[in-house]
């Protein structure tokens, strides 16, 4: 283990106390979960806000905002942990207030917010109340380059203007999402990187239209899920803009950064509990005379499943070292390798584990398929693979200029 990856006694005392809860109140109320949302697709699960009170009692709450007033003060490679544990569950991240996109909008907030912005959503965010979405892939053109975003922020007065169509937009369907961050462009003639803006759209706002949900390999997602935005000559307050009209491409690139290595802790811990399913069927079940866990090609999909999990996990944990020491920018191949490690690694072993389970590996019986249509999806969501791919390539030529 190298030094700089031991974590601190406080961070190894929450991820006890983690563990504890989750093994406690998360995974015996799963199927409670999964059978209320079944009931009400689009109604949050009451199980959740039960939790919420005992995890908050816990001081298991906003765990990932480094800023100790309003978090837990720990840094990107101390929560690393606290966030593969968590995503071990699909309703776990939420009990603990610590689910996108909401840990990103909430970042944005605390970073760049004006004291009114964080008064009437920050504040809210922060204790659960509400929820949020973070709006900026577009239909109409390769949203994987952000400067091509057509959604137009037009100054009326002292009034803001937007129109234009988003889609993929996670957690807009939620009754419970009361703000959006809209990316649009507000100068066209400006330099490339300065013609966005990210401004604050209240969803009640009229001309904000939900369109549609959209699934991801047939699961929709619900309560939480994905839609597509129609946003029709919506006039918001000018002083709903973040930052300063110009800066959205900016803020977009810094809140990208954390929440890519959040994703990919989320998804590792989730590959895990594929790895610990798939090892637990084959020692139970018995084919042509002989245990699964006997056969050579399991045995094999095993250790290449171990092997490959391990390494992605100290490529995640260097890329929160190098965000913790020099931010975003100076941790940007660590975080583009990180988004084309993870989700392939996470998909071949989850992958491996729905094999091994045969036919039950392709149902509802277990968490193997949403949890492969998630990783898959991740290879494309924060950017495709292509892009991040490109990244590493350009900068590690650019040594040899």
């Known amino acids: 283990m190298l030094p700089w990856l031991g974590p601190s006694p406080r961070a190894r005392e929450l991820h006890e106390r983690l563990v504890a809860f989750l093994d406690q109140h998360v995974y015996p109320n799963e199927a409670r979960w999964h059978a209320q949302i079944a009931e009400e697709r689009w ?3 009451p199980i959740v806000e039960e939790l919420k009170p005992k995890a908050r009692a816990a001081g298991l709450w906003n765990l990932f905002l480094p800023d100790p007033e309003v978090g837990a003060g720990l840094s990107t490679l101390e929560y690393a942990p606290l966030c593969e544990a968590m995503g071990r569950s699909p309703m776990a991240p939420e009990v603990f207030n610590c689910s996108a996109p909401d840990t990103g909008n909430m970042e944005v907030l605390a970073r760049f917010g004006t004291p009114e912005q964080k008064t009437r959503w920050l504040g809210p965010l922060l204790e659960g109340e509400i929820r949020s979405c ?7 053109v390769a949203s994987s380059d952000a400067t091509n975003i057509r959604t137009s922020i037009t100054r009326v007065g002292d009034a803001l203007v937007i129109t234009g169509r988003k889609w993929w937009i996670s957690g807009a369907a939620d009754p419970r999402c ?13 330099p490339r990187h300065r013609r966005h803006s990210l401004v604050l759209v ?7 239209h939900v369109r549609r949900t959209l699934d991801v390999f047939g699961f929709d997602g619900a309560p939480h899920g994905h839609a597509e935005l129609m946003f029709d000559a919506v006039r918001i307050p000018g002083d709903h803009v973040i930052l300063g009209e110009g800066r959205g491409f900016e803020i977009a690139q810094n809140r990208l950064g954390p929440g890519r290595v959040h994703h990919c802790m989320r998804l590792l811990g989730l590959a895990e509990r594929a790895l610990e399913l798939l090892c637990r069927r084959v020692r ?10 006997d056969q050579g090609t399991i045995r094999a999909d095993i250790a290449s499943s171990r092997i490959e999990l391990d390494q992605a996990r100290l490529l995640v944990l260097q890329a929160a070292h190098a965000l913790d020491r020099g931010g975003p920018q100076a941790a940007r191949t660590e975080i583009a390798m990180i988004k084309v490690a993870v989700p392939g690694t996470a998909r071949r072993v989850i992958d491996r584990a729905i094999q091994a389970h045969g036919a039950a590996g392709l149902c509802q019986d277990t968490i193997l398929p949403a949890a492969w249509a998630a990783a898959r999806s991740l290879q494309i969501a924060d950017g495709p693979d292509e892009v991040h791919r490109e990244t590493v390539a350009k900068l590690e030529l650019g040594k040899y200029e």
Do not use: H, I
């Open 202 to 208: 209240p969803m009640d706002t009229a001309g904000v």
């Open 134 to 140: 973070f709006a900026m892939t577009e239909p109409e």
């Open 43 to 45: 109604r949050p699960p």
């Open 178 to 190: 009361e703000v959006a961050l809209v990316l649009g462009r507000s100068d066209s003639e400006a």
């Open 284 to 293: 139970e079940r018995v084919a042509f005379g002989r245990p699964l866990a």
